[in-house]
């Protein structure tokens, strides 16, 4: 069993940035950032593997950086230039049993473990 506990969500204004933060309890192959707002579906992120390659939702690159410090365990998203439809609760998410190529071709549902969220209000 792989506990994730995020933090760092909040309010901010159009254009201002939060950093998310999420406590993995274990070595994973693949973790991830994934969001659901109210009456829409679950997006993907970003995800990181253990050899560091990331890759981002194209509505975020550029504003949103993942990142983990191996040596605690921990998995970040630096969130700048956030905008309104940024919108939602965030959820940290791993994966012991594949990488995230497998990842991707599931969609968020193939991680095996997740948080418990983070809500992320950005206002106009």
């Known amino acids: 069993q792989v506990q994730l506990v995020e933090s760092g969500g909040g309010s901010v204004q159009s254009g201002g940035s939060l950093r998310l933060s999420c406590a993995a309890s274990?070595?994973?192959?693949?973790m991830g950032w994934f969001r659901q707002a109210p009456g829409k579906e679950r997006e993907g992120v970003a995800r990181?593997?253990?050899?560091?390659?990331?890759s981002y939702t194209d509505s975020v690159k550029g504003r949103f950086t993942i990142s983990q410090d191996n040596a605690k365990n921990t998995l970040y998203l630096q969130m700048n230039s956030l905008k309104p439809e940024d919108t939602a609760m965030y959820y940290c998410?791993?994966?012991?049993?594949?990488?995230?190529?497998?990842?991707?071709?599931?969609?968020?549902?193939?991680?095996?473990?997740r948080g418990q969220g983070t809500q992320v209000t950005v206002s106009s």
């Open positions: 990181i593997d253990s050899n560091g390659r990331t």
């Open positions: 998410a791993a994966d012991r049993r594949w990488g995230c190529s497998t990842i991707q071709a599931l969609g968020v549902t193939g991680y095996n473990y």
């Open positions: 274990g070595y994973t192959h693949c």
